[in-house]
């Protein structure tokens, strides 16, 4: 893939009409105004590093062989060692050629969700919220879209969300991982075709219109506000200067959506993509929807990106993923692992993922950041994982996290997070009948996975206390 | 300066609820108003000085409502208005030479100089009340001392007569530093429109009683339960945002563009229902004939017991066939899609007859899988053909439908969307046709996958009604058929016929015009100005070449007006008088309406007849006679009682089996239906305090014990004094909102009832003290009265407990939920307290008995103060202290109803601003 002429052009630009996955930089959704960029288009040596953020969902958990299994030294996914001194196994070996860039995490899980069934979890992966194991729920707020929020308006659209069953799935079969601030889910685009229109062809129309209108609106509204002004006393005066306070700040804000408008969009050559590629062909499918995650970062068209590979529950077009590497439907590798190979089946999907997200990230750090110092993967942080661990169950998340070794985060490390009463490694084993494991009580203490979303969101520069259930910052990390 | 008449003074009454000290109280009050000081020593003629506290008061709590009220203080005094030529002045002379002396012998010890129990020092307050700073604390003086709680018992004893004095110097100068405050402050409560008015003025102006306002954030809530504190209601860029796009999205709904939708049918019914079990039936007689071929007694017999095990009854939902009795479990799975009905292209001309039916037991439900074919838009009309099943039961089967989805088997959900139950009374086997309409954009779930998923494929698409039998009396309902249809009832919508009463015309603009100017007078309750119309007419030409239509470039223009500080904000509090009957309309419709004024009202502001007294009344009674009222009885109960706590509230069944969501639904509109009742009967206020009747429907009165009630709606009953019922205080949700879901609060309760009813909150716990921790096993363990004492002992809770205490123990015949008791794990309850100035409670009857006989007054007083605090917007202040009280008393004169206390407030200068 070439991309033509990328420097010739500013590379932030507004999008018009964006489809039902790429959120435009509606007004309403920042909090944070700043001209600081708009102004400087000419000068972009001096502006401060970008910092990204991409998130993955992988379903049906990881193969967790007990510690006496023959399976156990090669197809365990969590590493053996700890801190510094750690051994990838198969599952994640691939990542060893990113090693200093990569953490794997485990002993993480949001407490809110531990004793429900994995199946209904991955809702809650990004917000930690409550969701439940029935009936209706109240989510809330993602951590990529809280991200957005902060950085959103600095490029061309706010953030992208993708997933390989599109829309929004259900309550708890959830087909993306982006929630916005009301809790309400964001609807994933899963065809590469739409996705590359979304982000390199001019359209949209309705955007530019929408703004036009929105303009024209508030100026007659700020006109209303001065003449009602006129009319009243004096503490009733203080009390409508709120109101235009609240006009002018989204004045600001439609100012600078509306300069992107202005901007021609960066062209990209595709030519040897296939845009029509569908899940059913899983491996060119992932690559294609890895590709379009890396144009849209080395065009600054975003900062901020989900990709769910899979939902859970053994349902829909994703679950033939598996077909990669030879097997019918993936959620049922998980199920087979007490039949023989079948810790080897498994565990060789997750390598297949490995492989993959490996290649996205070698491709990030090959890509010098433009008037940077070091790479894009310096300066991006990329979030691997799963709301399961073991059969069906919802604790120790597996999580890896790779790159923004510019934002401060010390690599090359497997981090426990987790307390184990016999100081060992979390096991899961395979489930043989009988109550599950999520069924059973948790003998050993785990970190809220807060902890870690809220250290990256400080580091990605968003000055909060708490996220997600936070406690305290992760700072090991 | 200050105008003259501005100081006619309506001197009514006195914070002290003491009444042995009223005599002399009101001999220097009213002689105080005089600015001359020498008037002071004016006799005071017409003052019935003699209250015979002696008489014994009545045992009967409702015979003491009449008692308590004829020994009013209030009553004592004529209403009269005083003209004085000179400002009244500060009577601080009068303070150094005789109060003083007194308030430093009896607080001195305590809070002089080197001690400093207290938070302040007596002999510093600056005696000012009409400028001086410390006006908060000698307010708290006066209640402690006229409400005998200070000095206390071990302390310095202050003679009545020295008591007397203290009151009487403090009452006058506070109500005289209260009206001359009052007219130095501004009255304003500009604000914008809280959530809830927002969505109803949205209702009434499009005409559709949709919820509008689902992204809107909640109001914050004030420290004494208002949510439309103009103070705390703020705006922000996010705020003002929501508001366009929720009015641009309200006016899409209400609009119907282009062409009318083919309408969707489903024709149910239930012929085929009993087919498997028939086939088994036959089968198995089919068999017992062969067996039995040649005894026609027995197989006559089998035949019977074959009868008998194929037409049981079933615990769900079930078919039967009418004729032969034969009847079939209904099942169900959304696996597949299988059991989806399929849409018809027309409705059948005749209902189908079949002779099966559905029965569907009490509390039962019923799914009736759609398919993915409802539409977002227009009504989905629901017809039912059913009767009851039997005629013996007492109670009528009622219907109440959900609407929801089921795409796999962990992800399914559903909501109630029925406006009302549907009462099933038509005899058995004489079936009605009932039938409901609902928005289908007003289903709060619908399936995310219904539009993008497949029929039969896992997440699948379809969505399902559900109907519910919600009676809890015996009595199934048989259902016949089942019509659904999902159309516009009339093209264009009589709601678009309302944004757009005439067609467009070649001269768009003036086409424009003559619309915007109709819907800013609706919107901003007045005409646009030629300037404003001019305004709006050039952003509709200037926003016209965006889109296709003049109408919906209107659209546009009407989803800015609506977002307007002209409409957003309420009450301006213009300096220009034309501006006043404005207010006045506005204010009023807020208040009882929580909207805007409707044409009528703006109509009579407009030409001012509203500011005449009699118009003002006629209006506002007519407002309260509109069924819209009931969101004044709904937001005013909600605020005033603080219920968010109940929706807050969880209880476990494992601690209270009973407890179900119909219970605490009926919890929640006890309190609004009984303050409804209350108001269309212009019924006593102290009717809140107790009452020997009480509104009711049938979940709750099986929780009070009262059989015989059937039925969800709320009708009023009489209720016999054994049952511990009746008025505010014993009404189960709200003494379970104040449990934590397992146990009674007593200090919960206390507090409740204090702040809420009494409108006497006490001072929150000071930061240092630490909370109780009921998780702590060692408290945990203790009985509650244990648990009381032992933080009450601790010195630095014992002032503020001793006060609060005490009224929560007389609730603790109510468990978590509000139930009776008189055991708590096997002991007698002990609901017998002391009040902090000495005064006995004996549980529950003696806490009414108390507050019937001792504190009507506090009581009325407060209503009409949170009345007022309502309807203004704002907390109340000092300044407004003079005109509560006047209301007060006009309103125990007229005899407490709550129409009048309504009336009475309206008409007065601190409503009519």
């Known amino acids: ?477 | 300066m200050f105008e003259q008449e501005r100081f006619a003074v309506r001197v009514s009454s006195f914070l002290c609820s003491n009444p042995t000290s009223l005599a002399l109280l009101l001999t220097c009050l009213l002689a105080s108003v005089a600015t001359n000081a020498s008037a002071q020593n004016a006799a005071v003629a017409n003052v019935a000085a003699s209250i015979d506290s002696k008489e014994e008061p009545p045992h009967d709590l409702q015979a003491l409502k009449p008692w308590g009220a004829a020994r009013s203080r209030f009553l004592k005094v004529e209403d009269r208005t005083i003209h004085t030529g000179t400002p009244p002045e500060p009577r601080v002379d009068l303070f150094r030479k005789e109060i003083a002396p007194v308030l430093n012998k009896a607080c001195a010890d305590c809070h002089g100089v080197d001690d400093e129990d207290g938070r302040f020092r007596i002999g510093e307050l600056n005696p000012d009340l009409f400028a001086g700073p410390d006006v908060a604390w000698w307010l708290e003086i006066l209640d402690l001392i006229s409400n005998k709680e200070m000095p206390p018992d071990d302390g310095e004893p202050l003679e009545d007569e020295q008591r007397t004095k203290i009151v009487d110097w403090l009452s006058t100068e506070l109500q005289l530093a209260s009206q001359v405050r009052r007219d130095a402050a501004g009255q304003s409560a500009f604000r914008r429109m809280t959530r809830y008015e927002f969505n109803y003025a949205l209702q009434d102006l499009l005409g559709l009683s949709y919820n509008f306002v689902h992204d809107l954030p909640p109001d914050p809530i004030n420290e004494e339960g208002f949510h439309n504190d103009a103070s705390s209601l703020q705006m922000s860029a996010t705020q003002l945002e929501l508001y366009r796009k929720l009015a641009r999205k309200a006016l899409l709904k209400t609009a119907s563009f282009g062409p009318q939708p083919a309408p969707v049918f489903w024709s149910i019914s239930m012929s085929k229902g009993v087919e498997q079990s028939k086939a088994k039936y036959e089968a198995d007689v089919a068999k017992a004939q062969r067996k039995h071929a040649d005894d026609a007694e027995e197989f006559s017999k089998a035949l019977e017991k074959l009868k008998k095990k194929y037409s049981s009854s079933h615990r769900g939902p079930y078919f039967r066939h009418l004729e032969t009795g034969l009847t079939d479990r209904i099942s169900w799975s959304y696996r597949g899609a299988k059991h989806a009905w399929a849409t018809t292209g027309k409705l059948p001309e005749e209902t189908p007859s079949s002779d099966v039916v559905s029965i569907l037991p009490v509390q039962q439900k019923w799914i009736v899988e759609l398919g993915n074919r409802v539409p977002d838009r227009g009504d989905l009309k629901i017809r039912i053909l059913a009767s009851r099943d039997e005629d013996e039961s007492p109670g009528n089967p009622s219907l109440r439908l959900e609407f929801g989805f089921q795409a796999s088997n962990n992800s399914s959900a559903s909501a109630f969307v029925s406006p009302n139950d549907l009462v099933i009374e038509a005899p058995a086997g004489k079936p009605q046709f009932y039938e409901w309409r609902i928005p289908t954009s007003e289903m709060p779930i619908r399936n995310p996958m219904r539009r993008t998923g497949q029929m039969g494929k896992t997440p699948s698409p379809s969505e399902y009604l559900k109907l519910y039998n919600s009676s809890i009396s015996n009595g199934a309902a048989r259902i016949y058929y089942i019509e659904v249809s999902a159309d516009y009832a009339t093209w264009p919508t009589p709601s678009h016929r309302k944004l757009f009463p005439s067609f467009v015309t070649n001269d768009e603009s003036s086409f424009a015009r003559q619309h915007l100017s109709r819907f800013i007078r609706s919107t901003w309750r007045r005409p646009a100005t030629k300037m404003e119309l001019e305004q709006k007419v050039s952003l509709f030409e200037r926003l016209r070449p965006v889109f296709n239509t003049a109408e919906e470039t209107l659209l546009e223009v009407y989803a800015t007006i609506l977002s307007s500080p002209n409409f957003l904000y309420l009450a301006a509090g213009s300096p220009k008088s034309q501006h006043d009957a404005t207010l006045i309309a506005t204010r009023l419709a807020t208040f009882l309406h929580c909207s805007l004024p409707d044409e009528q009202l703006i109509g009579l502001a407009q030409s001012g007849e509203l500011l005449k007294p009699q118009v003002l009344e006629q209006e506002t009674r007519r407002l309260l006679a509109d069924s819209r009222s009931r969101r004044f009885a709904e937001q005013f109960t909600r605020q005033w009682l603080g219920m968010e706590m109940l929706d807050y509230l969880e209880v476990n069944r494992k601690d209270f089996p009973h407890w179900d969501p119909f219970l605490k639904e009926a919890m929640r509109e006890e309190p609004i239906a009984f303050l409804q009742e209350v108001l269309q009967q212009n019924a006593s206020v102290l009717d809140f305090l107790h009452a020997d009747y009480a509104m009711i429907n049938d979940r709750l009165s099986r929780h009070y014990g009262i059989p015989e009630v059937h039925g969800s709606h709320f009708r009023r009953m009489e209720i016999p004094e054994r049952l511990q019922r009746g008025g505010l205080l014993t009404q189960a949700g709200l003494l379970a909102m104040n449990s934590d879901g397992v146990h009674s609060h007593p200090l919960k309760r206390g507090i409740w009832l204090l702040s809420r009813l009494l409108d006497d909150p006490p001072p929150p716990p000071p930061p240092s003290v630490p909370e109780i921790d009921l998780a702590d096993p060692g408290i945990a363990k203790m009985t509650l009265k244990e648990r009381l004492e032992d933080h009450r002992n601790d010195p630095a809770c014992y002032s503020c407990h001793a006060k609060i205490d005490p009224w929560g123990v007389a609730f603790e015949n109510y468990d978590a939920v509000g139930s009776w008791r008189s055991r708590i794990k096997g002991a007698e309850v002990d609901a017998s307290s002391k009040l902090f100035n000495g005064e006995p409670l004996e549980g529950m009857q003696g806490l009414k008995r108390y507050l019937l006989q001792r504190r009507q007054d506090q009581f009325v007083r407060a209503m009409v103060s949170k009345l007022a605090t309502f309807a203004l917007g704002r907390p109340l202040r000092f300044e407004d202290r003079a005109e509560i009280d006047a209301i007060a008393a006009e309103l125990r004169r007229k005899g407490d109803g709550l129409q009048d206390a309504i009336l009475l407030l309206v008409q007065s200068d601190l409503f009519r601003g």
């Open chain 1, 1 to 477: 893939m070439t991309l033509k002429s990328l420097s010739q052009v500013d590379r932030r630009l507004f999008l018009r009409g964006a489809g039902i996955a790429l959120a435009l930089p509606a007004f309403e959704t920042f909090g944070k105004v700043s001209f600081a960029t708009a102004k400087s288009g000419a000068s972009d040596e001096k502006r401060a590093p970008p910092k990204r953020l991409a998130c993955f969902y992988m379903p049906d958990g990881v193969p967790m062989p007990l510690q006496e299994d023959p399976a156990f030294q090669d197809w365990s996914w969590f590493p053996h060692g700890e801190g510094k001194d750690y051994q990838l196994t198969k599952c994640l070996e691939p990542l060893g050629a990113v090693s200093e860039n990569l953490t794997v995490l485990s002993g993480l899980s949001h407490p809110a969700a531990r004793s429900i069934h994995g199946h209904s979890n991955a809702d809650q992966f990004l917000t930690g919220a409550a969701t439940g194991g029935h009936g209706d729920y109240q989510n809330s707020i993602s951590l990529d879209q809280r991200y957005a929020q902060f950085i959103g308006d600095e490029t061309r659209i706010a953030s992208m969300v993708l997933s390989t069953d599109g829309g929004t799935g259900t309550p708890r079969g959830t087909h993306t991982m982006s929630f916005d601030r009301s809790g309400r889910a964001i609807p994933a685009e899963h065809k590469p075709k739409r996705i590359f229109d979304m982000l390199f062809v001019k359209q949209g129309e309705d955007a530019a219109r929408r703004l036009a209108v929105s303009k024209s609106a508030l100026d007659d509204l700020m006109e209303d506000a001065n003449n009602l002004r006129r009319s009243l006393s004096k503490p009733d005066q203080a009390k409508l200067e709120e109101y235009l306070q609240a006009l002018r700040d989204t004045e600001l804000k439609v100012a600078k959506a509306k300069r992107w408008m202005d901007l021609p969009i960066p062209e990209a050559n595709v030519d040897h993509l296939n845009l029509d590629v569908t899940p059913e062909d899983p491996r060119n499918y992932l690559q294609t929807m890895f590709e379009l995650i890396y144009m849209a970062f080395k065009t600054d068209t975003t900062r901020v990106a989900t990709y769910q590979i899979g939902r859970e529950n053994g349902v829909g077009v994703s679950d033939y993923m598996a077909r990669a590497i030879g097997f019918n439907l993936t959620h049922q590798l998980s199920h087979q692992t007490k039949e023989p190979e079948g810790w080897k089946n498994f565990g060789s999907y997750n390598r297949f993922l490995a492989e993959e997200l490996c290649r996205f990230a070698k491709k990030l750090k090959a890509t010098p950041e433009e008037n940077q110092e070091g790479n894009m993967l310096d300066h991006t942080l990329l979030l691997f994982g799963s709301a399961s661990s073991a059969f069906h169950l919802s604790r120790n998340y597996p999580l890896v996290l790779i790159g923004g070794n510019r934002l401060g985060f010390e690599h090359n490390q497997y981090l426990k997070c987790g307390i184990y009463p016999e100081g060992g490694q979390p096991a899961g084993g395979a489930w043989k009948g009988g109550r599950e494991p999520w069924q059973k009580e948790m003998n050993h203490q785990e970190r809220p996975l807060g902890d870690l979303f809220l250290t990256m969101l400080n580091r990605l520069g968003v000055e909060t206390q708490s996220f997600a259930g936070s406690q305290a910052p992760l700072d090991s990390v």
